[in-house]
């Protein structure tokens, strides 16, 4: 449906109708995603956390490098690994080069999230019903020249 018939808005121009198109379609994603995410009790945010971890592996990552590479640059990825370390979904230990540092690993219960999410929540089925392929490339593409 069309995002003037959705909301019922009127728009100044199609650059307001396009930038509350994005926000409403982030909000409508979210409700997929956190329909699947509840059912684990945890969050988006924790969920990128975990993606990125199991991306590391062999190896472990830094806060730091967990903030870098966030999908939400404004959460508090210290926090979020506390309360993946409460949930036993991460570990933390001391770096053996640096003690300044500590090392963060996805566990085996993180990973076993993550193949059942795997399973459950695939993300092209989200937009391929309204999409081609194609056309998910061309969207891509003009997000990404958006955001310069």
Request: hydrophobic share 35%.
């Amino acid at each position: 449906m069309e995002i003037d018939k959705e909301i019922q808005g009127k728009f100044e121009d199609n650059y307001h109708r396009s930038t509350v198109n994005i926000v409403f379609t982030y909000n409508w994603l979210h409700y997929i995603m956190r329909d699947h995410l509840d059912k684990y009790n945890i969050t988006q945010q924790q969920y990128n956390i975990l993606r990125i971890l199991r991306g590391q592996l062999p190896n472990p990552a830094t806060v730091n490098l967990l903030k870098d590479r966030m999908l939400d640059k404004m959460s508090d990825a210290s926090r979020i690994v506390d309360r993946l370390v409460q949930k036993q979904l991460v570990t933390r230990c001391t770096n053996n080069k640096d003690r300044r540092s500590v090392d963060i690993r996805i566990s085996d219960e993180g990973l076993d999230i993550l193949s059942k999410l795997d399973i459950e929540l695939k993300t092209r089925d989200v937009l391929k019903n309204n999409l081609t392929e194609e056309e998910a490339g061309q969207l891509s593409a003009l997000l990404d020249k958006m955001r310069g």
